[in-house]
């Protein structure tokens, strides 16, 4: 089974529009995060979201929200695309919010704005 | 705030060669050091990680050691194969803008001719 699932795998989509993508995980992990990788490899951290509550890095646009409905998803919406959003996007779990908990990622959903 | 240097690739080796990536960080206090291997087409997995200063982080013949009085935490192994093509991104645990996570070096292509 797999542990951390990401939902699609490919996206391509016109500037303008809104989008979504999805992330479970069956591990009974308590934190979740989305990382941002751009085009030269460089992985950034967007959010992360730990028993409702989501800490945002404040560099990320407001554009962009994510939305959990459980413990288990944490999905992200990204409205009014801009080219500059083309990257690959991972989500990833971690059974607690704490710097020796090892985070497990998604396989990652490349975005590409036209 | 925190920050990850590592040298950039793309490195290459012949098979057997022994294998050096080096890793420096900026960080407050003493975080904990990660390194992920990124497989083409695959999401990141955690290959080897050190907790506190001196420990010294294993795994499928990688190692790497935690020197806190150089602040670095280099990537070496004794022996390549092919199947160790890959990118290897040194990480840290700390704060992002604000959201608390993984804090990731630049990544290192490395790719092992047979």
């Known amino acids: 089974d797999t542990a951390v699932s990401q939902t699609p795998k490919y996206l391509v989509t016109q500037m303008g529009n809104d989008k979504s993508i999805k992330c479970e995980q069956n591990?009974?992990?308590?934190?979740m995060y989305w990382y941002k990788q751009d085009s030269k490899k460089f992985l950034k951290i967007m959010f992360s979201?730990?028993?409702?509550?989501?800490?945002i890095n404040e560099t990320v646009p407001n554009r962009f929200s994510p939305k959990s409905p459980d413990k288990a998803h944490l999905n992200l919406h990204i409205n009014s695309l801009e080219l500059g959003d083309s990257a690959v996007y991972f989500c990833?779990?971690?059974?607690?919010?704490?710097?020796?908990?090892?985070?497990?990622f998604g396989p990652g959903t490349r975005l590409t704005v036209l | 705030g925190n920050s990850v240097t590592q040298m950039e690739g793309p490195v290459t080796l012949s098979e057997e060669a022994f294998l050096t990536i080096n890793c420096t960080y900026t960080a407050t206090g003493y975080p904990s050091l990660f390194w992920y291997v990124q497989y083409p087409g695959e999401g990141l997995q955690l290959l080897l990680k050190?907790?506190?200063?001196?420990d010294k982080g294993s795994n499928k013949g990688f190692e790497a050691t935690y020197r806190k009085e150089t602040t670095s935490f280099h990537l070496e192994k004794g022996s390549v194969q092919v199947s160790d093509s890959a990118v290897y991104f040194c990480?840290?645990?700390?704060?992002?803008?604000?959201?608390?996570?993984?804090?990731f070096g630049k990544g290192t292509h490395l790719i092992i001719q047979p």
């Open positions: 050190a907790t506190k200063a001196d």
């Open positions: 591990l009974g992990h308590d934190t």
């Open positions: 990833a779990s971690s059974l607690r919010q704490g710097e020796t908990d090892t985070q497990y």
């Open positions: 979201y730990n028993n409702k509550e989501l800490i």
């Open positions: 990480a840290l645990w700390g704060s992002g803008g604000g959201a608390d996570g993984l804090t």
